[in-house]
């Protein structure tokens, strides 16, 4: 009779599968195993070093309360990122170079005065052209020639009239000023919703990582469960790899989920300034309440992009009063206050009137006339353009605001369904009324719920911040903040040097 070989079984909790291995060969892997013992006694210090060493770089050390960077608002984000905007300090910069040109515009309606000093070196006298008297040298006519006179003095120059040319031109560079403050104001309100987008995103993906990871601690906790129930003969092998199935599917979104989040905080780093390790984000809180299309719609006028488009129709109507004034003719007054003059021919000043008129300019001044026209055309375009783009933008922004708002409120109640259906399958699956397919379907529901509601708050949220953007009616203390000290000090400093035109009695406007 023919003896059967035994075998050892062993069981591997991987694949839940039963492997058979004769006796023979299981005496021969237990000696080999015993036998690399004393090696493996002496690799084990190297691989305790590199087993510290993943540790170390998978768990950063632990950082005191002190050491804990701050929670960021959207506010203070804002901040940071205007900080590090050069593009806001360029339009400063252009700012200040409109402030410069409108003060040496309203500096030409000023008089002017000066000291001179006047020295003429003549040539050598020609005796036969000249007469010598007792009084001294005298032409042909009999007029007194003096050698190298000198004369020392204050001049003093005041423009009469500029042919309507000054006050335009000052009045131009005013609204140009205006104009690039409005404008500054607006580029500041747009950084604010660029801000505003990337920071909702960062809490979006930061949510939805949380959501994720609940999830997969879910489905970790149901595949324990399912393989105690197939270890028992309760649950099939099947109902267990749909569970893994699942979790494998939760592990691949969430590494997509996680590197969209990278991507975005290295985003709002780059608008702050700040490691993206170090951000950490508030949650905003509940939704405000929304108004009516038209409380937004009459706030759209007042839009910083559209006032400044109106100054610019009203520098080029200016500009265009000052170019037909150079057919005008200017009239000035000169006044000269002599301290020495050599020879002293008993004069102690003179006044001089100039009047200047054009005759003919090669058709240069018609010409800047046709271009200030043209100009000023195409600044009414665009203004209309913006206001229709405004009304437009707006109505836009509050139809998605309002949608995600509504979405918010019905996601809530879906969300809580979903999360009493998933409670009653698993009890019903524990008393074998349901499959386990039922069981993941509903807690795939519960967290597509939850991603779904979360997903949608921050939309609202970042519609909300779109729709006051298109309104013109962001309503923020960091957006006003340093921006409005500027304006007014360059306000104060342009009013102070209109009132001293004014006061001056300088040219005619």
Not at 173 to 178: S, V
Not at 368 to 373: H, L, N
Request: net charge positive; proline share 4%.
């Amino acid at each position: 009779m023919q003896t059967r070989p035994t075998y050892f079984t062993a069981t591997s909790s991987v694949n839940i599968r039963t492997v058979r291995i004769p006796a023979a060969r299981m005496r021969r892997l237990l000696l080999v195993g015993l036998l690399s013992i004393p090696a493996l006694k002496g690799f084990a210090p190297f691989a305790a070093g590199l087993a510290a060493q993943d540790t170390a770089k998978q768990e950063p050390a632990a950082q005191s309360p002190e050491d804990a960077p701050e929670a960021l608002s959207l506010n203070r984000c804002y901040e940071l990122a205007l900080a590090m905007n050069e593009e806001d300090r360029i339009r400063a910069s252009e700012l200040a170079v409109a402030q410069a040109r409108y003060r040496q515009a309203v500096g030409s309606l000023l008089p002017e005065i000066g000291l001179f000093l006047n020295k003429t070196y003549d040539d050598r006298l020609d005796e036969n052209r000249i007469n010598q008297t007792n009084s001294g040298l005298t032409d042909q006519s009999g007029r007194p020639i003096f050698e190298n006179p000198l004369r020392a003095g204050v001049n003093v120059r005041l423009p009469l009239f500029a042919g309507f040319r000054s006050y335009p031109e000052a009045r131009a560079g005013q609204h140009d000023q205006q104009r690039l403050q409005l404008e500054r104001r607006r580029f500041r309100e747009l950084l604010y919703q660029d801000v505003a987008d990337v920071y909702y995103q960062v809490l979006q993906y930061e949510t939805a990582e949380e959501i994720l990871r609940d999830q997969q601690k879910a489905l970790r906790a149901r595949i324990a469960e399912l393989r105690r129930r197939v270890n028992i003969g309760r649950s099939r092998r099947g109902e267990l790899l749909a569970a893994r199935t699942d979790s494998a599917d939760n592990l691949v979104e969430a590494e997509e989920n996680r590197a969209l989040l990278l991507a975005s905080k290295e985003l709002l780093a780059f608008l702050t300034g700040l490691p993206a390790n170090l951000l950490k984000l508030t949650k905003p809180r509940d939704l405000p309440a929304v108004e009516q299309l038209e409380a937004y719609l009459r706030t759209t006028g007042e839009r910083r992009d559209l006032l400044a488009a109106a100054q610019s129709v009203r520098a080029e109507r200016e500009l265009l009063r000052s170019a037909r004034a150079d057919h005008l003719p200017e009239i000035s007054i000169e006044g000269n206050y002599f301290y020495t003059q050599e020879p002293d021919l008993g004069r102690d000043w003179n006044i001089i009137l100039r009047i200047e008129l054009p005759l003919f300019q090669g058709g240069t001044v018609q010409a800047r006339v046709a271009e200030s026209k043209a100009r000023m055309q195409g600044n009414r375009l665009e203004l209309q353009r913006l206001r229709r783009s405004a009304d437009f933008e707006t109505r836009m922004s509050y139809n998605d605001f309002v949608s995600a708002a509504a979405r918010v409120v019905l996601l809530r109640e879906s969300l809580r369904l979903a999360r009493a259906t998933y409670q009653i399958q698993v009890r019903d699956y524990r008393l074998g009324i349901v499959t386990n397919l039922e069981v993941l379907e509903a807690l795939r529901r519960f967290h597509l719920a939850r991603l779904n509601l979360a997903r949608t708050e921050l939309l609202a949220y970042t519609n909300q911040v779109r729709l006051h953007v298109a309104a013109g009616r962001l309503d923020s203390e960091a957006l006003r903040a340093n921006i409005a000290d500027e304006d007014e000090s360059a306000g104060e400093s342009d009013r102070a040097n209109a009132d001293k035109a004014n006061q001056s009695g300088g040219a005619t406007p």
